[in-house]
Nanobody, 133 residues
């Protein structure tokens, strides 16, 4: 079973940047779709971004398009979420998740898959991002 650990969160002011990291242990997750989700207090966990196994395709929630970038490096067994121009609305606990049940998934992925929490079978504990105005 893959275990992932997120890091890189913090408390910043609006307009700042942060880079979140998701590192896998126990086994590589280089064949898996990996996503970032976030959960603000009192709200449901929501999709933020996803990347396919090769890194050739990325997907984003509309409010973060153009501000956030998801990327991965197989040699480091790591997926990053670069977050620029942060807004107070980005404040949340950010989770990394992966789908080990469908390795090497090719083609254009459907939002009903990559934005669905149930598509992912392993999750990290989260890293807190707090953005003040």
């Amino acid at each position: 079973q893959v275990q992932v650990v997120e890091s890189g969160g913090g408390a910043v002011q609006a307009g700042s940047s942060l880079r979140l990291s998701c590192v896998a242990s126990e086994r590589t997750f280089n064949s898996d779709v990996v996503g970032w989700f976030r959960q603000a207090p009192g709200q449901e966990r929501e999709f933020v971004a996803a990347i396919n196994w090769s890194g050739s395709r990325t997907y984003y929630k509309d409010p973060v398009k153009g501000r956030f970038t998801i990327s991965r490096d197989g040699s480091k067994n790591t997926v990053w979420l670069q977050m620029n121009s942060l807004e107070p609305e980005d404040t949340a606990l950010y989770y990394c998740a992966g789908d080990s049940r469908r390795p090497y998934l090719n083609g254009i992925l459907s939002p009903s898959y990559y934005a669905n929490r149930d598509s992912y079978d392993f999750w990290g504990q989260g890293t807190q991002v707090t953005v003040s105005s």
